[in-house]
């Protein structure tokens, strides 16, 4: 029997090393595994911890991970990885200072996306009040200008008033009510005037104050790049035995950032092209539809 048994051992080693060979990802299942299902070349996987920090229960980021597989699935026309509790390689959710930062660098990135909003549409606001006001001015001129002519004309008429007709003349008369009336456009002309001064004063004002919230807003985004330099966020690391996730931004983020370590647990490295789903760094890609793209299946054929 223990002859039997040492025979067995290179024949062994043989088939785990073919099998390793033509299926590269198999080294990270059990030798046991690989012994009972000899044909089966899945790569076996299962979600060890979620840290309830992150607010997501264990079977929500199981079936994150089923479909996650599915985009390999689906973009190969095979199957090639299976979820077993028994996996060897297990993926664990480790919540640290890094998702922190990033919930931090979140908060703060939302924000000023809504300060920017609002001084955006303040902006809009005193654009249309500033148009409204030139309008406004322009028209008190014209009328300044045709009261000024008017007027004009009117005292030079009452000055000749002896050498048209008497005092009770019809046309003293006419002219001296013309003139009341000018002196009433006039009035309500300096009301508008003050009125005018008032609403500009108002918008000198409101001018000021969002220039202060835009002086405001660049200083945030000052402190803001200080606080957070542009830098590549790393999701997660696959380390042979197990893949770790510690920062993610929502679902979709995390399925993909769970199919994008499943792929390197396939035996694939990273591709140049932004839209596919080996690329080092997520957030061009289509988060919430993906489908893998070609350079990812020429990823997996160049492997083979």
Do not use: C
């Amino acid at each position: 029997m223990r002859i039997v048994l040492i025979a067995l051992i290179p024949l062994l080693a043989l088939f785990f090393f073919v099998q390793t060979q033509n299926h590269p990802q198999l080294r990270y299942n059990a030798w046991s595994d690989r012994l009972m299902h000899p044909l089966d070349t899945r790569l076996r996987y299962r979600i060890a911890d979620v840290d309830p920090r992150f607010g997501m229960s264990k079977e929500q980021v199981i079936q994150l991970s089923k479909e996650a597989i599915q985009i390999w699935h689906d973009g190969m026309h095979q199957s090639l990885f299976a979820y077993d509790e028994q996996a060897k390689l297990q993926i664990h959710l480790i919540y640290d200072a890094r998702q922190e930062d990033y919930n931090a660098f979140k908060k703060t990135q939302q924000a000023l996306e809504h300060e920017s909003s609002t001084n955006q549409r303040i902006s809009s606001n005193l654009d249309v009040s500033k148009s409204s006001l030139e309008h406004m001015q322009r028209s008190l001129q014209q009328e300044q200008v045709q009261l000024q002519a008017e007027f004009n004309h009117l005292s030079q008429q009452r000055m000749n008033w002896s050498r048209l007709e008497d005092e009770q003349g019809e046309n003293r008369q006419r002219i001296e009510a013309q003139y009341q009336a000018l002196k009433d456009r006039a009035r309500r002309m300096e009301s508008n005037i003050a009125y005018f001064s008032q609403m500009n004063a108002q918008y000198n004002q409101q001018v000021s104050q969002h220039n202060s919230s835009l002086d405001r807003y660049n200083w945030n985004i000052m402190q803001a790049q200080k606080r957070f330099p542009p830098r590549e966020f790393h999701k997660g690391v696959f380390m042979g035995d197990q893949i770790q996730i510690y920062q993610f931004d929502a679902e979709d983020d995390l399925r993909l950032t769970l199919a994008h370590e499943l792929g390197h647990a396939l035996g694939l490295g990273h591709h140049a092209d932004p839209s596919a789903l080996m690329y080092p760094i997520l957030g061009e890609q289509n988060m919430a539809d993906f489908k893998l793209q070609p350079a990812d299946q020429s990823l997996l054929y160049a492997r083979k």
